[in-house]
Nanobody, 122 residues
Framework: QVQLMESGGGLVQAGGSLRLSCATS????????MGWFRQAPGKEREFVAA????????NYADSVKGRFTISRDNAKTTVYLQMNSLKPEDTAVYYC???????????????WGQGTQVTVSS
């Protein structure tokens, strides 16, 4: 089992920045690729970004490319999502998730956190 806990969400004005963190415990963090996903009210959960076990490979949704950066610290067993130039359409609950290999579809991820709310005001 891998336990995940997100933090860092909040209310920010459009154009602002937030950094989300996902602390993990349980099985060896460096064995897992990590992903960030989001879900807005009335919408399906969607892929945001993912990073492989070493941090050497990353993948982003087109909607966040150039604005968001995913990173990880294997010594701290934590993954981060730096979000810059935030837009109102980024408003959602953000989740981190873990699986053995990097991929995009949410259904392929094995472990999930509880989520953290990000609200971007216009």
């Amino acid at each position: 089992q891998v336990q995940l806990m997100e933090s860092g969400g909040g209310l920010v004005q459009a154009g602002g920045s937030l950094r989300l963190s996902c602390a993990t415990s349980g099985r060896t963090f460096s064995n897992y690729a990590m992903g960030w996903f989001r879900q807005a009210p009335g919408k399906e959960r969607e892929f945001v970004a993912a990073i492989n076990w070493s941090g050497g490979t990353t993948n982003y949704a087109d909607s966040v490319k150039g604005r968001f950066t995913i990173s990880r610290d294997n010594a701290k067993t934590t993954v981060y999502l730096q979000m810059n130039s935030l837009k109102p359409e980024d408003t959602a609950v953000y989740y981190c998730a873990a699986k053995r290999t990097l991929s995009r579809p949410p259904l392929e991820y094995d472990y999930w956190g509880q989520g953290t709310q990000v609200t971007v005001s216009s």
